[in-house]
């Protein structure tokens, strides 16, 4: 009757060992799955914060592109110079023509 005592105490007190063992285990594995969620969260924040930077960045260089798209090349100015030249001419032989026929 001892010896069933005995044993039955052994035996319950693996189980109980048994059960603490995986309570620190769940606990364990809780407190890492919270540090891992909280490093998520601050990466995230953090990932957030650089992609808003890199937002208002290329914000910042579009504006400067199309500022520096609106002032002609030399020779988009070049082509505007020798076009007025050429309506100059136009406009000089229009008024020769016109003078002559009103004359």
Do not use: C, W
Not at 49 to 57: S, V
């Amino acid at each position: 009757s001892s010896g069933i005592n005995a044993e039955y105490g052994v035996k319950n007190y693996r189980e109980q060992m048994s059960e603490l063992t995986e309570k620190i285990e769940a606990i364990e594995k809780d407190k890492r799955t919270r540090v891992v969620q909280e490093q998520y969260q601050k990466d995230k924040t953090k990932l957030d914060k650089l992609r808003l930077q890199i937002a208002k960045r290329n914000y910042a260089i579009s504006a400067l592109q199309r500022q520096v798209d609106d002032i002609p090349t030399r020779i988009e100015l070049l082509q505007y110079q020798k076009r007025f030249e050429e309506l100059h001419q136009q406009t000089g032989a229009v008024h020769m023509e016109t003078k002559q026929f009103y004359a």
